[in-house]
């Protein structure tokens, strides 16, 4: 193809393009996904990460695995004990980890076994590390969520204590992979908002206990049906980050399933190691270095082979507690991707890769332009990556391909009508 006029008509897609999505971010977020084949995203994220271009996590972690060894040196409790799960937090409470998220089912079991739960919780300072715990949610065929279920616990979780139930759902996408999640839901009937861990751990970093209530009342009120609207008579008491909020949210993977105690990956300010990994067993019975759960965001949850809980990702399948570890190592940008200063960097991206891409299509044969133009979209999404995050890395490829199909369908459209007016009728509509 020759370029003819065509830079008109690219400029003034794109131009289109950004318009709409300036205007309509909501509308559009729903119609890019409905036609953008992530997978495709799969393979850029996994070549970036290949060759380690991407951004370093924000939030080192630490996993306390409940793995074979720890399952088999407890004889196989199903479900956990509290005991062992009491035991474990007590431990990890000690060292001042940033926060403690225990991935694992306390609804069931009763008696003398969850009074050792309930004591530790009733102990549970203000002065302590946020310590949280996965809400059971269920929801209807529609998608809608039903009432949370109560729990025997729930007297402990006042205000005003860092105790916290949170929501720890994965959205499972195309080809069954989790690629998002959900930063919060709201049950049926309430109007108070269960956190991810990773938005209630920004929140608690921002301003402690009384942020997190701020960020649970306000998206509880926003979300929820027939709630009195939360900061409607003084928006200036909801920080920006909170306001400008978007519920689903892009993981990125920066831990593959690995038995590695220490990851070579650092964190951002590159002073400690972005993973650490610690069988269950062994943190329980033997001394642990402070350093390793010092202002770390600790999970303790299950790894054994036959607990269940693994989920297929774009990296390959890994246990539910390092999915979540993957969302809170990255939570940092991946809330900023919300923040209106990110949106234009996103719109203006995605408008520049359409550009550059849609101009290789239109110079280039398919067998020169198909791997220039992935070429292209890895170094892009390298560079949005490393300075928005992932999130908006992935809407900056998502917007970009609607951006070529647009360019691709109204040059052909003009093709087909130049022809016809000269002349060429069917062939016209043949070669569009």
């Given at each position: 193809?020759?370029?003819?006029?065509?830079?008109?008509?690219?400029?003034?897609?794109?131009?289109?393009?950004?318009?709409?999505?300036?205007?309509?971010?909501?509308?559009?977020?729903?119609?890019?996904?409905?036609?953008?084949?992530?997978?495709?995203?799969?393979?850029?994220?996994?070549?970036?990460?290949?060759?380690?271009?991407?951004?370093?996590?924000?939030?080192?972690?630490?996993?306390?695995?409940?793995?074979?060894?720890?399952?088999?040196?407890?004889?196989?409790?199903?479900?956990?004990?509290?005991?062992?799960?009491?035991?474990?937090?007590?431990?990890?409470?000690?060292?001042?980890?940033?926060?403690?998220?225990?991935?694992?089912?306390?609804?069931?079991?009763?008696?003398?076994?969850?009074?050792?739960?309930?004591?530790?919780?009733?102990?549970?300072?203000?002065?302590?590390?946020?310590?949280?715990?996965?809400?059971?949610?269920?929801?209807?065929?529609?998608?809608?969520?039903?009432?949370?279920?109560?729990?025997?616990?729930?007297?402990?979780?006042?205000?005003?204590?860092?105790?916290?139930?949170?929501?720890?759902?994965?959205?499972?996408?195309?080809?069954?992979?989790?690629?998002?999640?959900?930063?919060?839901?709201?049950?049926?009937?309430?109007?108070?908002?269960?956190?991810?861990?990773?938005?209630?751990?920004?929140?608690?970093?921002?301003?402690?206990?009384?942020?997190?209530?701020?960020?649970?009342?306000?998206?509880?009120?926003?979300?929820?049906?027939?709630?009195?609207?939360?900061?409607?008579?003084?928006?200036?008491?909801?920080?920006?980050?909170?306001?400008?909020?978007?519920?689903?949210?892009?993981?990125?993977?920066?831990?593959?399933?690995?038995?590695?105690?220490?990851?070579?990956?650092?964190?951002?300010?590159?002073?400690?190691?972005?993973?650490?990994?610690?069988?269950?067993?062994?943190?329980?019975?033997?001394?642990?270095?402070?350093?390793?759960?010092?202002?770390?965001?600790?999970?303790?949850?299950?790894?054994?082979?036959?607990?269940?809980?693994?989920?297929?990702t774009p990296i390959g399948e890994m246990e539910g507690m390092r999915v979540i570890a993957n969302a809170v190592a990255n939570s940092t940008k991946a809330i900023a991707a919300a923040e209106y200063p990110t949106k234009v960097a996103v719109i203006l991206s995605s408008m520049f890769l359409a550009g550059l891409v849609a101009f290789l299509t239109f110079t280039f044969k398919s067998l020169i332009s198909a791997p220039l133009a992935l070429l292209v979209g890895i170094v892009v999404y390298t560079a949005c990556n490393i300075n928005l995050g992932a999130a908006a890395a992935q809407s900056v490829v998502q917007y970009a391909i609607v951006i070529w199909v647009l360019v691709i369908a109204l040059e052909s459209v003009e093709s087909i009508c130049r022809g016809f007016l000269e002349g060429r009728s069917?062939?016209?509509?043949?070669?569009?």
């Amino acid at each position: 193809m020759k370029l003819r006029s065509r830079y008109r008509l690219v400029i003034v897609t794109l131009l289109a393009f950004g318009l709409i999505a300036a205007v309509a971010p909501f509308w559009l977020k729903e119609w890019v996904e409905s036609i953008t084949d992530n997978p495709t995203l799969d393979k850029i994220h996994a070549v970036s990460q290949g060759l380690g271009f991407l951004s370093l996590p924000s939030v080192p972690v630490t996993l306390v695995r409940i793995d074979d060894q720890s399952f088999a040196a407890w004889q196989r409790p199903f479900p956990i004990t509290k005991a062992i799960i009491a035991g474990l937090i007590e431990k990890a409470r000690t060292s001042s980890p940033r926060a403690i998220l225990v991935d694992l089912d306390i609804s069931a079991g009763g008696g003398k076994d969850a009074d050792v739960l309930h004591d530790l919780l009733d102990r549970w300072r203000p002065s302590d590390p946020p310590l949280l715990f996965p809400r059971e949610l269920s929801f209807d065929p529609d998608g809608n969520s039903l009432p949370a279920s109560p729990s025997d616990f729930d007297m402990h979780f006042k205000a005003g204590k860092p105790l916290f139930w949170v929501n720890v759902l994965f959205e499972v996408g195309d080809g069954a992979k989790v690629r998002n999640w959900n930063l919060w839901e709201v049950p049926k009937g309430a109007c108070q908002a269960l956190l991810s861990p990773a938005i209630l751990s920004y929140a608690f970093k921002l301003g402690g206990t009384a942020m997190v209530e701020t960020a649970q009342r306000y998206l509880g009120s926003r979300d929820g049906v027939g709630c009195a609207r939360e900061g409607q008579d003084m928006p200036s008491a909801v920080p920006r980050w909170l306001s400008d909020a978007e519920k689903s949210s892009a993981i990125q993977f920066s831990f593959p399933k690995s038995d590695t105690a220490m990851s070579a990956m650092m964190v951002e300010d590159g002073h400690v190691p972005a993973l650490i990994q610690l069988s269950g067993y062994q943190f329980a019975q033997r001394p642990i270095a402070a350093s390793a759960l010092a202002d770390r965001f600790v999970i303790i949850g299950n790894s054994y082979a036959s607990n269940g809980d693994f989920h297929d990702t774009p990296i390959g399948e890994m246990e539910g507690m390092r999915v979540i570890a993957n969302a809170v190592a990255n939570s940092t940008k991946a809330i900023a991707a919300a923040e209106y200063p990110t949106k234009v960097a996103v719109i203006l991206s995605s408008m520049f890769l359409a550009g550059l891409v849609a101009f290789l299509t239109f110079t280039f044969k398919s067998l020169i332009s198909a791997p220039l133009a992935l070429l292209v979209g890895i170094v892009v999404y390298t560079a949005c990556n490393i300075n928005l995050g992932a999130a908006a890395a992935q809407s900056v490829v998502q917007y970009a391909i609607v951006i070529w199909v647009l360019v691709i369908a109204l040059e052909s459209v003009e093709s087909i009508c130049r022809g016809f007016l000269e002349g060429r009728s069917w062939r016209s509509f043949l070669n569009g």
